[in-house]
């Protein structure tokens, strides 16, 4: 299994954005659903965005919808999680993830995710 990297956490003042990036070095995902994952201290993890293998279906949860946009370029095997209008109780460590998968077999792929952190 190869553990998918995320990247381009960091601190962003209320209001700010951020973009945040998944890929799977040596591996190619383009035929699987992705889902973007958050958990902030002492919660659990949730899912908070998902895209479609071709891209053309997404879904959001309610607490980021309006603000996050998740997207995918399959020509770079990359999934994009843009994120606007942060707020403070966006703070959290994000990942992403096959939500496809049972969540047992979903162990087998979480990586260090990357920290974001809104704060003034």
């Known amino acids: 299994q190869v553990q998918l ?3 381009g956490g960091g601190l962003v003042q209320p209001g700010g954005s951020l973009r945040l ?9 383009n035929n699987y659903e992705i889902g973007w994952y958050r958990q902030a201290p002492g919660k659990e993890r949730e899912l908070v965005a998902y895209i479609s293998s071709s891209g053309g ?8 919808k309006g603000r ?3 997207s995918r370029d399959n020509t770079r095997n990359t999934v994009y999680l843009q ?4 707020k403070t109780e966006d703070t ?3 990942y992403c993830n096959y939500p496809g998968l049972p969540a047992r077999s979903r162990n087998a792929y979480w990586g260090q995710g990357t920290q ?5």
Do not use: H, K, W
Not at 116 to 120: A, L, W
């Open 5 to 7: 990297v995320e990247s």
């Open 92 to 94: 959290a460590v994000y």
């Open 68 to 70: 996050f946009t998740i």
């Open 83 to 86: 994120m606007t209008s942060l």
């Open 116 to 120: 974001v952190t809104v704060s003034s």
């Open 57 to 64: 279906r997404t879904n959001y949860a309610d607490s980021v």
């Open 21 to 29: 990036s998944c890929q799977a070095p040596g591996y190619t995902f």
